[in-house]
């Protein structure tokens, strides 16, 4: 069964710290994996995407890193600051045909002043 | 440039109605996908339209149904509602299905 499980459920830091959250996935065949950011009561927006042949990408003071062999990826928050306060969500999109999105349930992120 | 738009923003109704959501993509953009998120749960998939046909479908009962027009803007509908519809109803739309997708603000749909 294709399923994508984000870990911890709920984080809490302090500003100014790092943070890494955790998406393991099940999903075959694999395609990409993406990491979105959404705000309470809006939209979800695109952080990164990874293919099979990229480790590492960044984006800005967001830093996502896959392993392929054991089907983990992690965001990592550098620096965090208030505005990162929101939900992060891990998707893995199989391929074979027309893709499928399998999505995890995401991770709540709060940054506390 | 415009994002994905959808409307309304707030719709309120009661059980055994109908609702109708809109969503007209990003110009250019031909895949437009339907996601339900239930207050605290994570986002799960309605419905994918692209070049106007129905490509995937998620787990849900056939009362979702949708369609998507020549001018790829898109409607879903939910016949015979149920409280545990109530939800934040997500379009997004993405240049083709491999691509990035992009956000609309969401409908948020409240069954009394």
């Known amino acids: 069964k294709n399923q994508v499980e984000q870990s911890p459920q709920s984080l809490i830091i302090l500003e100014g710290k790092n943070c890494t959250l955790q998406?393991?996935?099940?999903?075959?065949?694999?395609?990409?994996l993406r990491w979105y950011k959404q705000d309470t009561g809006r939209g979800p927006v695109s952080l990164t995407i990874?293919?099979?042949?990229?480790n590492t990408k960044s984006n800005g003071r967001y830093t996502a890193t896959l392993d392929a062999d054991t089907k983990q990826s992690s965001l990592h928050i550098t620096a965090s600051q208030l505005s990162d306060s929101a939900s992060y969500i891990c998707?893995?999109?199989?391929?074979?045909?027309?893709?499928?999105?399998?999505f995890g349930a995401g991770t709540r992120l709060a940054v506390h002043p | 440039e415009a994002g994905v738009t959808q409307s309304p923003t707030h719709l309120i109704k009661t059980r055994g109605q109908q609702a109708t959501l809109r969503c007209s993509p990003i110009?250019?953009?031909?895949?437009v996908y339907w996601y339900q998120q239930a207050l605290g749960l994570g986002l799960q998939f309605l419905l994918w339209?692209?070049?106007?046909?129905?490509?995937n479908r998620g787990n849900f009962p056939p009362r979702f149904s949708g369609r998507q027009f020549p001018n790829y803007s898109s409607e879903l509908n939910v016949n015979a509602l149920e409280l545990e519809d109530s939800a934040l109803y997500l379009c997004?739309?993405?240049?083709?299905?491999?691509?990035?997708?992009?956000f609309g603000p969401g409908t948020r749909l409240t069954v009394l």
């Open positions: 990874m293919t099979f042949s990229e």
């Open positions: 998406c393991n996935y099940t999903v075959s065949p694999f395609s990409n």
């Open positions: 339209y692209d070049e106007g046909e129905e490509r």
């Open positions: 110009s250019g953009h031909t895949s």
């Open positions: 997004a739309s993405s240049l083709k299905y491999t691509d990035t997708q992009y």
């Open positions: 998707v893995v999109i199989s391929s074979g045909g027309y893709n499928k999105l399998i």
